[in-house]
T-cell receptor, first 112, second 113 residues
Framework: DVKVTQSSRYLVKRTGEKVFLECVQDMDHENMFWYRQDPGLGLRLIYFSYDVKMKEKGDIPEGYSVSREKKERFSLILESASTNQTSMYLC???????????FGPGTRLTVT | GEDVEQSLFLSVREGDSSVINCTYTDSSSTYLYWYKQEPGAGLQLLTYIFSNMDMKQDQRLTVLLNKKDKHLSLRIADTQTGDSAIYFCAESTDTGTASKLTFGTGTRLQVTL
């Protein structure tokens, strides 16, 4: 079974803090994605990566950055957390030339 | 850009059929997906349909695709309380580097006794 894990299920941070969200997949997938999920808005793509050290902006990249130093790991970074970044963050991965994405359990981030 | 729309809420009685609807705008989508999200969990792939198909059946699940109207539906037969969840439809878009998925807002299915 494909397994996608995220470093924390719940996280509480203060405004202005630097926040790291980690995602690891164990199926040697080339592509990895970060989404945020908000009620009534569905999932919105923040960034994705199609190879090590490669990244592309999604639909809402402002206020976020990412890092992919190893194939299995994709990190989402909030340089200076703000209250409007309180959300559920979901990581996903997929193999090249396959569309179905496999999701981690999510990290619920609260910024106070 | 791509846009995927769903109604936000559906309530059905246990044992009835549920039909969750979705409309999308990108006519070049190759695959369309249905995902299920149970409370406190990530998304789980339920089923998908290739864009040149009209229908796909998988046990209690039936997916219907009307490509002309860009309308996708998911029918769950004999709905059970364990089917209570949020259901997302998604369309795939090839960016040239990786295939992205555009998700709908999600439909919360409530199953009552």
């Amino acid at each position: 079974d494909v397994k996608v894990t995220q470093s924390s299920r719940y996280l509480v941070k203060r405004t202005g803090e630097k926040v790291f969200l980690e995602c690891v997949q164990d199926m040697d997938h080339e592509n990895m994605f970060w989404y945020r999920q908000d009620p009534g808005l569905g999932l919105r793509l923040i960034y994705f990566s199609y190879d090590v050290k490669m990244k592309e902006k999604g639909d809402i990249p402002e206020g976020y950055s990412v890092s992919r130093e190893k194939k299995e790991r994709f990190s989402l970074i909030l340089e200076s957390a703000s209250t409007n970044q309180t959300s559920m963050y979901l990581c996903a991965s997929t193999r090249t030339n396959r569309n179905e994405q496999y999701f981690g359990p999510g990290t619920r981030l609260t910024v106070t | 850009g791509e846009d995927v729309e769903q109604s936000l809420f559906l309530s059905v009685r246990e044992g009835d059929s549920s039909v969750i609807n979705c409309t999308y705008t990108d006519s070049s989508s190759t695959y369309l997906y249905w995902y299920k999200q149970e409370p406190g969990a990530g998304l789980q792939l339920l089923t998908y349909i290739f864009s040149n198909m009209d229908m796909k059946q998988d046990q209690r699940l039936t997916v219907l695709l009307n490509k002309k109207d860009k309308h996708l539906s998911l029918r769950i037969a004999d709905t059970q309380t364990g089917d209570s969840a949020i259901y997302f439809c998604a369309e795939s878009t090839d960016t040239g580097t990786a295939s992205k998925l555009t998700f709908g807002t999600g439909t919360r299915l409530q199953v009552t006794l």
